[in-house]
Nanobody, 125 residues
Framework: VQLVESGGGLAQPGGSLRLSCTAS????????MSWARQGPGQGLQFIAG????????YYHDSVRGRFTISRDNAKNTLYLQMDSLKFEDTASYYC???????????????????RGQGTQVTVSS
């Protein structure tokens, strides 16, 4: 399993970025996927997840209405469109693969079995 994130960088408050995660080594269309982030001195935080078929989507309250998760199963790619960025969105963003076609939530977020290396997002004026 390989997950490679891209698209991070520097953005101004109120700006936008689009993250991508290219997957390989497994049948992408069979698995739910998620995005999580880790800010400075913080733990990993689930922010968005999507079922294998793309029909069920979940967001953390902190990003709902600003971020949009999507997937293209034909391209084995997961996306995160981030709009109206805030200073507190500064973090390393990770793409995660779930264990099944659906998201199975625990107290800390969905159960996952693989994670990419992350891409840095910095929101600064």
């Amino acid at each position: 399993v390989q997950l490679v994130e891209s698209g991070g960088g520097l953005a101004q408050p109120g700006g936008s970025l689009r993250l991508s995660c290219t997957a390989s080594g497994f049948t992408f269309s069979n698995y739910a996927m998620s995005w999580a982030r880790q800010g400075p001195g913080q733990g990993l935080q689930f922010i968005a997840g999507i079922y294998a078929d793309g029909k069920n989507i979940y967001y953390h309250d902190s990003v709902r209405g600003r971020f949009t998760i999507s997937r293209d199963n034909a391209k084995n790619t997961l996306y995160l469109q981030m709009d109206s960025l805030k200073f507190e969105d500064t973090a390393s963003y990770y793409c995660l693969k779930s264990e099944t076609h659906m998201l199975i939530f625990t107290s800390s977020g969905p159960r996952t079995d693989a994670r990419g290396q992350g891409t840095q997002v910095t929101v600064s004026s």
